[in-house]
């Protein structure tokens, strides 16, 4: 994109595009329909999904299509019968026009109208710790602009590794209680009795001899974040809907009520209302929870912020290896993400192992060959260059680097794997909750979910 191009971008006030409406025109469920205004919208057989087929030919979720001012983008989700736009099989297409969209025994039909959507932006390339200049984050900066001032709750709905906590934190920071704590609870880490210990203490009892305040009461005066939020079984539910409404806890136990006064930030891998239509997330908790609704973006929706991500997170470590080359982050920039901003941080520390092999080291930790038709040759010339460069160092400092490497993949694997809760990661690998924290600060390892 031209300079030019882009400052006249940033200094839009507000993104107009093509409201489109997706719609079955063929098979069992002929008549469904939704309309595309900016958000994305998952189509197939599972009921989570926002275009739900019962067509038993259409994977539990066949394909993605999202919308902006950048125009509709359908994604093929490793199907198993594939996707095909006006019969042409297709893993990722651009749509502006009306096509025929055909999954299975089912065709669909996409047609943009006339009706256009505005996106207010925000003219900030980041709030808070959150960075991203492209069309979507500015539209999420502008609505968490007018969230963050505010007391009422606030939902955040996106995959792991999008940075809902760094979200959260950054809302915490802008608003009025940014001088209180700010405190993480994980409710997705913990099995029923601990989560309601967690979120409202208990008292002295025979099994508990000792008192200890929960998340409610530590947050006094603050922020408490509730990840995972979805995960909350029906009668829990119920004691936080409570909570909320009272802005007063019980603790389990003996008994005894405290008054709080906190701000519930909740964040969830699932689309909450789809749970609420499945009859497995409490619908008045909802609406108590989303007064702001907010959708934080996967990485592959703005690939254009990957080149201010990778200059954010080479600031945090000056002392590190030089910045990557425009040639990588060319690379960086075409990679799908599945694992988002988690997983470029990741790549970036296993980068930062070895700073000298260029694009080589970069097409191995995103696991993609630089030569397709010669994969043998590729990785033995990459196994080659870190051979050189281990031998050109003395025994002990190529061991030492060698172990950190492996320490620093071993564990990022795992906590990759665990969805970045640390004592997930911790059983996988057989090792100690204490020791695993104790690599992590050693190897400089954030395990925030960024």
Not at 101 to 120: C, Y
Not at 175 to 194: K, N
Not at 351 to 362: K, N, S, T, V
Request: hydrophobic fraction near 35%; charged fraction near 30%.
């Amino acid at each position: 994109m031209a300079l030019d191009q882009l400052t006249e971008v940033l200094q839009a006030e507000v993104a107009r595009f093509p409201r489109a409406r997706l719609s079955v025109t063929k098979g069992p469920d002929k008549g469904l329909e939704v309309v595309l205004e900016g958000q994305s919208v998952v189509v197939g057989s599972d009921e989570s999904c926002q275009l739900r087929l019962t067509d038993t030919s259409v994977s539990r979720r066949h394909f993605e299509l999202s919308g902006g001012p950048g125009g509709y983008r359908l994604r093929d989700l490793r199907s198993t019968n594939g996707v095909r736009v006006e019969g042409v099989q297709v893993m990722d297409a651009k749509l502006s026009d009306k096509v025929r969209i055909s999954v299975g025994r089912t065709e669909l039909r996409f047609e943009p109208e006339r009706t256009e959507v505005q996106w207010p932006l925000s003219p900030h390339e980041r709030f808070g710790e959150v960075q991203g200049r492209s069309l979507i984050m500015r539209r999420l900066f502008a609505l968490l602009e007018r969230a963050a001032p505010t007391d009422s709750p606030v939902i955040l709905e996106g995959g792991p590794g999008t940075g809902k906590e760094v979200v959260a934190r950054s809302i915490h920071e802008k608003s009025a209680r940014r001088e209180g704590p700010f405190i993480v609870v994980d409710l997705g880490a913990s099995s029923e009795p601990l989560m309601e210990s967690d979120l409202f203490g208990h008292d002295v009892s025979s099994a508990r001899p000792v008192s200890r305040p929960g998340a409610f009461e530590e947050a006094e005066g603050g922020t408490l974040f509730l990840d995972e939020v979805a995960e909350l079984s029906n009668g829990l539910q119920g004691k936080l809907l409570r909570a909320l409404e009272t802005r007063e806890i019980k603790r389990p136990g003996v008994g005894g009520t405290a008054k709080v006064d906190v701000r519930v930030v909740a964040a969830t891998q699932k689309d909450l209302e789809a749970e609420v239509k499945a009859g497995r997330f409490r619908e008045d908790l909802y609406f108590k929870l989303s007064v702001f609704r907010v959708r934080v973006p996967p990485l592959r929706e703005r690939p254009e912020d990957v080149p201010q991500l990778v200059r954010h997170f080479e600031s945090k470590n000056p002392g590190g290896a030089a910045p990557l080359s425009d040639e990588m982050l060319d690379m960086l920039s075409r990679h799908d993400w599945p694992g988002n901003v988690r997983e470029l941080r990741n790549v970036l520390e296993r980068l930062a192992a070895f700073p000298d092999l260029g694009a080589g080291a970069i097409a191995r930790a995103l696991g993609k060959n630089l030569d397709p038709t010669n994969d043998e040759s590729s990785g033995a010339k990459l196994r080659a260059e870190v051979s050189n460069q281990l031998l050109s160092l003395p025994y002990h400092e190529a061991k030492d680097r060698v172990l950190e490497s492996f320490e620093k993949t071993y564990l990022l694997e795992h906590l990759k794997a665990a969805n970045g809760v640390v004592t997930r990661a911790a059983q996988r690998a057989g090792l100690p909750r204490q020791s695993v924290h104790r690599m992590l600060r050693r190897l400089g390892i954030n395990t925030s979910d960024e």
